[in-house]
Antibody
Framework: EVQLVESGGGLINPGGSLRLSCAVSGSTFTNVWMHWVRQAPGNGLEWVGRITSKKDGETTEYAAPVKGRFSISRDDSEKTVYLQMNSLKTEDTAVYYC????????????WGQGTLVTVSS | DIQMTQTPSSLSASVGDRVTITCRASQGIRNYLAWYQQKPGKVPKLLIYFASTLQSGVPSRFSGSGSGTDFTLTIGSLQPEDVATYYCQSHNTAPHTFGGGTKVEIK
């Protein structure tokens, strides 16, 4: 059974930094392209970014609102993907989900349960 | 970047009704279109990908069609358990934009 478990969310001041983790089990992690999707309270889904597999160059892409502030990395030995969030803004407040599909697709069969990030003073 | 526009933003229909949701891409995405269902307080669930391929385990009353810029999700006979918000998503090239969502309720 494929499981994705996010952690690292919490309350952070505007301008601060936070790193989210997503631990994956049950998948051939080295092959999958990992994505982050967020959902602000009461709002819709917003794609945040993705990292390809090592064999595909571990290339990253980001949505415009987070480009230059967020970065995604992965540790295949730990089967974990990370979302480093810097210069956080109140509008980054959301539940953050990690997700993936069958590589190299960018539709998502598998989702974590999400971790809440609240940016507020 | 591609923008995805869903209509309507909400709808109310009776059990057994045929329900149609539309998604329009700001530029052509061939058939790289997915649909998700999200029930309140739950994680999104993949329904359809490549515009018309039904994900395993999804009831056959759900169907998708379209190509290029215009796509449709149809629920053939609305059931009470279909109350949810539905999202389209471009899964062509990044950014993989989602539509704004369509909230489906029972009349």
């Amino acid at each position: 059974e494929v499981q994705l478990v996010e952690s690292g969310g919490g309350l952070i001041n505007p301008g601060g930094s936070l790193r989210l983790s997503c631990a994956v089990s049950g998948s051939t992690f080295t092959n999958v392209w990992m994505h982050w999707v967020r959902q602000a309270p009461g709002n819709g889904l917003e794609w945040v970014g993705r990292i390809t597999s090592k064999k595909d160059g571990e290339t990253t892409e980001y949505a415009a609102p987070v480009k230059g502030r967020f970065s995604i990395s992965r540790d295949d030995s730990e089967k974990t993907v990370y979302l480093q969030m810097n210069s956080l803004k109140t509008e980054d407040t959301a539940v953050y989900y990690c997700s993936h599909g069958a590589p190299p697709s960018s539709f998502f069969d598998y989702w974590g349960q999400g971790t809440l990030v609240t940016v507020s003073s | 970047d591609i923008q995805m526009t869903q209509t309507p933003s909400s709808l109310s229909a009776s059990v057994g009704d045929r329900v149609t949701i539309t998604c329009r891409a700001s530029q052509g995405i061939r058939n790289y279109l997915a649909w998700y269902q999200q029930k309140p307080g739950k994680v999104p669930k993949l329904l359809i990908y490549f515009a018309s391929t039904l994900q395993s385990g999804v009831p056959s009353r759900f169907s998708g069609s379209g190509s290029g810029t215009d796509f449709t999700l149809t629920i053939g006979s609305l059931q009470p358990e279909d109350v949810a918000t539905y999202y389209c998503q471009s899964h062509n090239t990044a950014p993989h934009t989602f539509g704004g969502g369509t909230k489906v309720e029972i009349k």
